[in-house]
């Protein structure tokens, strides 16, 4: 029941886009990101709640496909502050919250 | 505000230790989560309670693992006896119960065990 992430990896120049995506074999209730820097806890992005859901958080954003059972996070004009393991996580019906593998983002000067 | 609060934030122990760890929910929170985190399995989710009261405890690993919620302020984690590749970050997390609420994290208890 784990989100299927991709990529795994990705590295960037700074001001360059991004596009992490997140699918799931079974029903998205919601979809939740996070960011993760090395040795810290996750911390929380944004939470999409109803298909076609988009939204924006400084210069990342992200998308919701209810029907296709899948969500976008975009990253553009990245900054070194970006860099991090990103995480997706299916939201159940109870409240709980299983998280992808993460797909961890470098993003260099 | 005071956000969740874990303790040890490091331990080492040997082989076959019993190791608890301690975690304190966001005041008003109903809902706490236990994590653990490697290289290998990325985030798993090993149990959740909700109003004190546990959930799905389906990602506990073996009978090893235990996990109770006395009261709304404090959730313990035990292993006994604890093993190597019990060593990872153990991470716990709350929230109010609602679909879409966020969940906050705790700093994390990283567990290495010898």
């Known amino acids: 029941q784990q989100p299927v992430q991709s990529p795994q990896a990705v590295i960037l120049r700074e001001g360059e886009d991004a596009v992490i995506n997140c699918s799931s074999s079974k029903a998205l209730y919601s979809v939740h990101w996070y960011r993760q820097k090395h040795g810290e806890a996750p911390v929380f992005l944004m939470i999409l709640l109803k298909g076609g859901e988009q939204k924006g958080h400084e210069k990342i954003s992200a998308s919701f496909n209810e029907k296709k059972q899948q969500s976008s996070l975009y990253l553009t004009a990245s900054q070194l502050s970006y860099s991090g393991t990103y995480f997706c996580?299916?939201?159940?019906?109870?409240?709980?919250?299983?998280f992808g593998k993460g797909t961890k983002l470098s993003v260099k000067p | 505000d005071a956000g969740v609060i874990q303790s040890p934030r490091h331990e080492v122990t040997e082989m076959g230790q019993e190791v608890t760890l301690r975690c304190k929910p966001i005041s008003g929170h109903n809902s706490l989560f236990w994590y653990r985190q490697t290289m290998m399995r990325g985030l798993e989710l090993l149990i959740y309670?909700?109003?004190?009261?546990?959930?799905?405890d389906s990602g506990m690993p073996e009978d090893r693992f235990s996990a109770k919620m006395p009261n709304a302020s404090f959730s313990t984690l035990k292993i006994q006896p604890s093993e190597p590749r019990d060593s990872a970050v153990y991470f716990c997390a709350s929230t109010r119960q609602q679909t879409g609420n966020t969940i906050y994290f705790g700093e994390g208890s990283w567990l290495t065990v010898v």
């Open positions: 996580g299916k939201g159940g019906s109870q409240g709980n919250l299983i």
């Open positions: 309670f909700n109003n004190n009261v546990p959930i799905d």
